[in-house]
């Protein structure tokens, strides 16, 4: 692999399965260091700004200043980038250190690619859309890799992983360059990063995201299919803050 480091990746395997097995309610593991140093570099050199490409910066009520961007030009480096990711021997590897079978991929990048968030974003803690618009295919698994040097605690901005059953977050994982971020996708899986950015107006937070899918999963974790479902971890502050995202939705809707 030209950007993976798959042996790296191979070598730590007993290492992650133990810890990818020891979280409950859901399954989940942080590991640094994802791609070659030197091709991490690279990457970051071709991430482009907010304001060239077909970026999706689309409101909504619990998601602001957050952008997407899912189509690269074929030969492109960050199209390779994502090639890799949904590559046999990487998804080969993924189906082995977690014991989920017939994982697949997905070329489309439905509701993944870069991702990118600018001062006052936030996602608020939410379980995803479960089934592939498409495929109609189980969720399995989704792959974060963040993009962010020099990322500062003050700047917020780190994933929360909850166990809602219980109400509590089980972690919050700074979003520091190179690191890798993957969990299993279930009813349970809620994650987010609610607390608004408090970055420098010049400083952004930036991911690769890559989602992964099986035709079946067990029975005892089919649910209905159903979109992004949301939940408030923030009390009062968090529904004023959805309240005034949903505004300058609305208003992004009415200029249109």
Partial sequence: ?????????????????????????????????????????????????????????????????KYQLKQFDNGSMLHDVFAELNSKPFIDFLGSLTGIDTLE????????????SLKGAFLDVHVDFNYHPQTKHHRRLNVLVYMNK????????????????????????????????????????????????????????????VYYYTPT?????????HNTVFVNTSGAEGRWKTFLSGLKALKERILK
Avoid: C
């Avoid at 991929?105 to 990118?116: P, T």
């Fill in 105 to 116: 991929g997905d070329a489309r990048l439905f509701g993944g690619g870069l991702h990118q």
């Fill in 1 to 65: 692999m030209e950007y993976i480091d798959l042996e790296s990746l191979r070598k730590n395997k007993a290492e992650l399965h133990r810890q990818w097995n020891s979280k409950k309610p859901f399954r989940y593991l942080v590991y640094d260091n994802f791609f070659y140093p030197d091709k991490a570099e690279l990457i970051l050199q071709q991430y482009p700004d907010v304001t060239k490409g077909s970026w999706d910066g689309t409101t909504y009520i619990h998601q602001k200043n």
């Fill in 150 to 209: 020099g990322w500062k605690d003050e700047y917020e901005g780190h994933l929360q992983l909850w166990d809602m059953e219980k109400k509590v977050m089980m972690d919050s994982v700074a979003p520091l360059f190179n690191r890798m971020v993957m969990f299993e996708t279930s009813e349970v899986s809620f994650h987010g990063h609610p607390v608004p950015l408090n970055t420098p107006n010049d400083v952004s937070r930036k991911s690769l995201a």
């Fill in 217 to 225: 999963r067990p029975e005892k974790e089919v649910a209905k299919d």
